[in-house]
């Protein structure tokens, strides 16, 4: 069994900045593949980021690339969403969520947090 919790959400202007973190704890060993899934209101839920839990290998949404950053402190089962220069449209649900494999889909994850919001105002 494997538990998360988000915390760092908030609500900020746009342009403003946020760093997201995610705690993990149970047995986590077989379940490697960690990500950020984010959930705007009306909407599907959309893939963010993921890290590879033990190589530190990172994966990001072309709607992100290049301004979100997605990090892991092993030692402390904590990953992080850097997230500067926020814009409207970034405005959702932010989840941290864990895989036994690497997922196609946000439904592929199999453990989820119970979320945190980000609001970006213009």
């Known amino acids: 069994q494997v538990q998360l919790v988000e915390s760092g959400g908030g609500l900020v202007q746009a342009g403003g900045s946020l760093r997201l973190s995610c705690t993990a704890s149970g047995y986590t060993f077989s379940t490697p593949h960690m990500g950020w899934i984010r959930q705007a209101p009306g909407k599907e839920r959309e893939f963010v980021a993921r890290i590879n839990w033990n190589s530190g290998f990172t994966t990001y949404a072309d709607s992100v690339k290049g301004r979100f950053t997605i990090s892991r402190d092993n030692a402390r089962n904590t990953m992080y969403l850097q997230m500067p220069n926020l814009k409207p449209e970034d405005t959702a649900v932010y989840y941290c969520?864990?895989?036994?494999?690497?997922?196609?889909?946000?439904?592929?994850?199999?453990?989820w947090g119970q979320g945190t919001q980000v609001t970006v105002s213009s």
């Open positions: 969520a864990a895989s036994t494999r690497v997922p196609t889909s946000p439904e592929g994850y199999a453990y």
